[in-house]
């Protein structure tokens, strides 16, 4: 078995597990042109977006041992934010500043971490905040 069929089949494995345990969400990918001005926040952003329904598997940050994970990026952990592991989908790479509406919630990737052993995408972590 070559690395890229084994990769194949863990990414098959995980799409099955985040469909059978994720939640069903919306990914807003905004278009570069969409985000808005940080230092104009009054304003309202350009652009066009592109909406994926998606299914996302939503843990909290306290179970996630954010506090190991602050310690070793130095940084920052906001409070009451939301990781979120999401499958690949077709042509859909998501980015921070992407947003995911969860019921009725908005909630904006903060940072985003792709597992790509191999060079395959087999899961994404986000970073989420309302």
Request: glycine letters at 6%.
């Amino acid at each position: 078995m070559t690395a890229t069929t084994f990769y194949n089949r863990l990414q098959k494995t995980v799409k099955r597990l985040v469909d059978k345990y994720g939640q069903t969400a919306t990914l807003r990918v905004m278009d570069s042109a969409t985000l808005p001005d940080t230092n104009k926040p009054w304003l309202p952003a350009e652009g066009s977006e592109t909406e994926y329904t998606v299914k996302i598997v939503f843990i909290p940050d306290k179970l996630d041992n954010h506090e190991e994970i602050m310690y070793l990026k130095d940084t920052e952990i906001i409070s009451g934010q939301i990781n979120g592991y999401m499958a690949p989908i077709d042509n859909v790479i998501p980015k921070a500043k992407d947003v995911v509406v969860r019921g009725d919630q908005l909630l904006t990737i903060d940072n985003i971490m792709p597992l790509n052993p191999g060079g395959i995408d087999l899961v994404y972590k986000f970073e989420m905040g309302a």
